[in-house]
C-alpha cells in the first residue's frame, strides 16, 4: 500500500501489523496528537486491518510502503534509533566517529517528544551525510532503510523551513518520487495501489 506516510511511520505500521504490540500504535497514535488522524475509529481501524491481514497467506498479506516525507519527525527518531538498537543486537560494533549520535538515537526510545529528539531531528541527517561509510559498518542490511529516512528527514527540514515561499510542495513532490525510485526494486513486482489526492498525480504545476 502506498500510503502518504513518511518511510519511518511506515515501518512502525508493519512492525505493528507483524507483532501485534499495542505499545506502537500508543507510539504512533501519541505522536498525533491533536491531528485530524488522533481519534478512536482510526486506531480501531488499524487494530481490525491487523486482524483481517493475519487472516491471509503470507504472500498475499498487505505491507505498508511510505513514500512522503517525514512530516512527523518523532516517528523517524523512533525508527532510526530502532535499527541502531537491532544492529547493536545482532553483534556490530559502533564506530567511533559516530557514537555518539548513535549513542542518542538508540537511547531515545519511545521517549520521541523528549527535547533530546527534537535536537536529534536536526542532527541525523547531516551526521549521516558526514560518516555515511561508518553508519554503513554499523547498520549493515538496515542501511538503505536508515539512508532514506535521513534523506527525507532533511528535506522536511527544508520544506517546512520555506513553506511560505511556495516552495513546499515541489520539494514534498520530488522527495516522494526519488523515493519510489529507491523502493520500488525491493517490493519484488508486487502489485501497489493506494489512495492520494488529485494535487500528487497532476502532470503539470498547479497555478
Avoid at 507510539?27 to 491481514?53: K, L, M, P, S
Avoid at 556490530?92 to 526510545?109: K, M, T
Avoid at 538496515?142 to 535521513?150: C, G, H, K, S
Avoid at 523515493?179 to 492520494?196: E, H, Q, V
Amino acid at each position: 500500500y502506498l500510503s502518504e506516510f513518511g518511510h519511518a511511520t511506515a515501518f512502525l505500521i508493519n512492525r505493528y501489523f507483524e507483532t501485534g504490540d499495542e505499545q506502537l500504535l500508543d507510539v504512533f497514535f501519541g505522536a498525533a496528537r491533536g491531528t485530524q488522524i488522533w481519534n478512536r475509529e482510526y486506531r480501531d481501524f488499524f487494530v481490525r486491518f491487523r486482524q483481517w491481514n493475519a487472516s491471509l497467506s503470507a504472500a498475499d498479506r498487505v505491507r505498508f510502503v511510505g513514500v512522503d516525507m517525514e512530516h512527523n519527525p518523532n516517528f523517524a527518531v523512533w525508527a532510526l534509533g530502532e535499527w541502531v538498537r537491532e544492529s547493536r543486537a545482532a553483534g556490530r560494533e559502533v564506530p567511533a566517529a559516530i557514537a555518539g549520535v548513535a549513542e542518542r538515537l538508540a537511547a531515545v526510545g519511545t521517549r520521541i517528544e523528549s527535547p533530546e529528539a527534537s535536537a536529534l531531528v536536526r542532527e541525523a541527517p547531516d551526521d549521516f551525510a558526514a560518516h555515511r561509510g561508518e553508519w554503513s559498518r554499523l547498520l549493515g542490511p538496515r542501511l538503505a532503510d536508515f539512508e532514506i529516512v535521513t534523506a527525507n528527514l532533511g528535506q522536511r527540514n527544508i520544506a517546512y523551513a520555506g513553506k511560505q515561499d511556495g516552495s513546499f510542495n515541489q520539494i514534498r513532490d520530488h522527495a516522494m518520487y526519488e523515493t519510489l525510485l529507491k523502493l520500488y526494486p525491493t517490493l519484488g513486482g508486487a502489485r501497489c495501489y493506494g489512495r492520494w489526492g488529485s494535487a500528487h498525480i497532476a502532470q503539470a504545476p498547479l497555478g
